[in-house]
């Protein structure tokens, strides 16, 4: 893809193309995926434990590294030497935690139809961007072929050229997290295309969240729609046009409205 100046549409992931990851989230689902798992014969059997005994200790190095969820919550496990809980018992009670919640994060159809135009656009570049661990990478790619979008994982090394309209940027794969302007500068100096005209965000910023760890607390929220904003406008050197995306007790119609405001900025 070589032009001379894009359009970047970028979407967040979990809670905004991706309503399926914050389902799995609620605390009657996740304590039966706890136990559907393993995890909960281990003691990790309530949303609270989950939170606070296995996400909070994980997330800040294995969010913005390789490391995986697999690797780091399991390691996170046996340092609770939990009778009975041998190195195999955890690992494979991990992995099917894991792969139900990767299952689960599927793209909701609803978003086709804009993906599909997107892609349909010389002038313009979709970017899922999202705060994740390492295995989320290749599932999003998967999510995105099962709708009949094409991607490119975005990394530190991924260079400019390619075919596909998409790319994904993962935290994880990246080094930071993308309320940093660090993690869009290294976009813009390796995986995107240069000038970038107008930059399109769509994100829940954690509103659509469910969890235990404090991060759909309004506070954060707002905090993390300015400081989104500012490295946005650092990196690119314009102001993002910012669409938060609240999901409602009809998601369809809410996609259906988002879709619209999408599609109004790209003809403006």
Same mark, same amino acid.
């Given at each position: ?78 340092k609770m030497q939990i009778p009975s809980a041998t190195s195999r018992l955890i690992e ?24 599909? $135009? /997107?892609? @349909?656009?010389?002038?313009?570049? %979709?970017?899922? +961007? &999202?705060?994740?661990?390492? #295995?989320?990478?290749? $599932? /999003?790619? @998967?999510?995105?072929?099962?709708? %009949?979008?094409? +991607? &490119?994982?975005?990394?530190? #090394?991924?260079?400019? $050229? ?10 994880a794969d990246i080094g930071c997290l993308k309320a940093e302007r660090q993690f869009w ?67 369809t119609d809410a996609i259906v409205r988002t879709i619209r405001t999408v599609k109004e900025?790209?003809?403006?």
């Open positions: 893809m070589t032009l001379e100046s894009v359009t970047l549409v970028i979407f967040d992931y979990s809670g905004t193309l991706s309503l399926g990851a914050v389902e799995f989230g609620r605390p009657g689902n996740l304590e039966r995926h706890l136990e559907e798992s393993g995890m909960a014969a281990m003691g990790i059997d309530t949303t609270d434990r989950y939170w606070h005994d296995v996400v909070n200790p994980t997330w800040p190095a294995a969010g913005t590294s390789n490391e995986g969820f697999r690797s780091a919550v399991a390691g996170c496990i046996r494979d009670a991990v992995a099917r935690f894991l792969d139900a919640y990767m299952h689960h994060s599927r793209i909701d159809e609803g978003w086709r139809p804009l993906l599909s $135009a /997107i892609e @349909d656009r010389p002038d313009t570049m %979709g970017l899922i +961007a &999202t705060d994740h661990y390492a #295995e989320a990478t290749a $599932a /999003i790619l @998967d999510h995105l072929a099962a709708l %009949g979008i094409r +991607a &490119t994982p975005a990394t530190k #090394e991924t260079r400019p $050229a390619g075919e596909t309209a998409f790319r994904v940027a993962n935290s500068a290294t976009l813009r100096q390796t995986c995107l295309p240069s000038p970038v005209k107008k930059v399109v965000l769509v994100d829940d910023f954690g509103l659509n969240e469910q969890d235990g760890s404090g991060y759909a607390e309004n506070r954060k929220i707002e905090n993390r729609i300015i400081a989104t904003r500012h490295a946005l406008r650092a990196a690119f050197g314009i102001n993002p046009q910012v669409i938060k995306f609240r999901a409602v007790r009809d998601n900025s790209l003809q403006s």
